[in-house]
């Protein structure tokens, strides 16, 4: 398989990961910032097969990757579904701005990275997330996930290690189990994902833009509707493919990440916003507070799933205080 170092933007769909979890219960998606083209790799660096802004990954998969910022602190961002990197660039921009070097990929499935068959699982997203940090050789880096990519983070870390970790942060993230079970009441019934993928087969573009409603808290009085949020969040989720959109509600419905977050031990900030209806709060950010044993939470009152559109600027700001932390 050759190695194209541009895909034309638009020609697959994913990335936001709870998004999906709460529409079928009146929830919302990770939406994303306006799509502008990535900037190639500075320099070739070694660990794996390399070309313009895509890696090769071993089962042939090429997975998309931007990288912003020439600082040699790094920020390294995992995305939600159905999204891709985009959802990140309003960060990404405030932090190279700020001297950082920021790296962010489009999950397998999603956005311009292949749209292979197999693979779509939360293992293999973790192994193709230590392929693109060991080829772009990235040490002691602070590692950021929203939403699917909080667990993709958390996944990373129980399968690779902390050893190119000196930070993480877990925003509105599906850890540690979205799935209610006996041991996890405050979870969502399997219903509400079986009614995701119902919605997602049935019809996909009109799923996605019902999906930006409680994405961003668009029903919620006095929050101001944007329709360029909305058209940026369809844009990012039909860049999905079908396969990968489907088989991704069950990565981050029905995986838990307990073990994961037991493995973490480096600073850890988990930022949630208490009226996000997407990935509701008590399961997730409160539950995973009580298993990391180096975490901080911080609850952003009224915020939406969408924090990194919705509330940037502050998200930004907490970012940027947060890897600078001794």
């Known amino acids: 398989m050759s190695i194209s170092p541009k895909i034309a933007v638009g020609t697959s769909r994913r990335s936001a990961l709870f998004n999906a979890v709460a529409i079928a219960a009146g929830g919302v998606a990770a939406a994303g910032s306006s799509s502008t083209q990535a900037q190639p790799a500075s320099t070739p660096r070694s660990g794996g097969a390399l070309r313009g802004d895509m890696i090769a990954m071993k089962d042939g998969a090429q997975i998309y990757f931007k990288e912003w910022g020439t600082g040699a602190d790094t920020v390294v961002f995992s995305h939600g579904w159905p999204l891709n990197s985009d959802a990140w660039e309003d ?8 001297g950082l070097r920021c790296i962010a990929h489009d999950r397998r499935g999603h956005g311009r990275s292949s749209q292979p068959w197999d693979g779509n699982n939360m293992d293999t997203y973790a192994d193709d997330l230590a392929a693109v940090v060991n080829t772009l050789n ?13 667990g993709e983070v958390a996944r990373y870390i129980g399968r690779h290690g902390q050893s190119r970790v000196s930070k993480a ?18 979870g969502a ?11 997602v087969q049935a019809d996909l ?16 009085s006095g929050v101001k509707d944007s329709q360029g949020l909305r058209d940026t969040f369809w844009m990012q989720g039909m860049m999905t493919g079908l396969r990968g959109a489907y088989e991704c509600i069950k990565q981050f419905s029905e995986t838990d990440f307990t073990q994961d977050l037991k493995k973490m031990t480096v600073p850890t900030l988990i930022v949630h916003g208490d009226d996000d209806q997407i990935v509701p709060i008590n399961a997730s950010a409160i539950a995973a507070s009580k298993i990391l044993k180096n975490g901080r939470l911080e609850i952003y009152k009224g915020a939406p799933h969408a924090i990194p559109q919705m509330n940037k600027d502050r998200l930004n700001a907490d970012l940027l205080a947060f890897f600078r932390q001794a």
């Open 189 to 199: 019934p399997i219903s509400v994902f079986d009614g995701i993928r119902k919605g």
């Open 138 to 150: 990235v040490k002691s880096a602070m590692f950021v996930g929203h939403s699917t990519g909080g």
């Open 205 to 220: 573009a009109q799923f996605f833009k019902d999906l930006t409603t409680p994405f961003f808290g668009f029903n919620r």
């Open 91 to 98: 960060q990404m921009m405030f932090l190279a701005s700020s």
């Open 169 to 186: 942060v877990l925003v509105g993230s599906v850890t540690p189990l979205m799935l209610k079970t006996p041991t996890n009441p405050e």
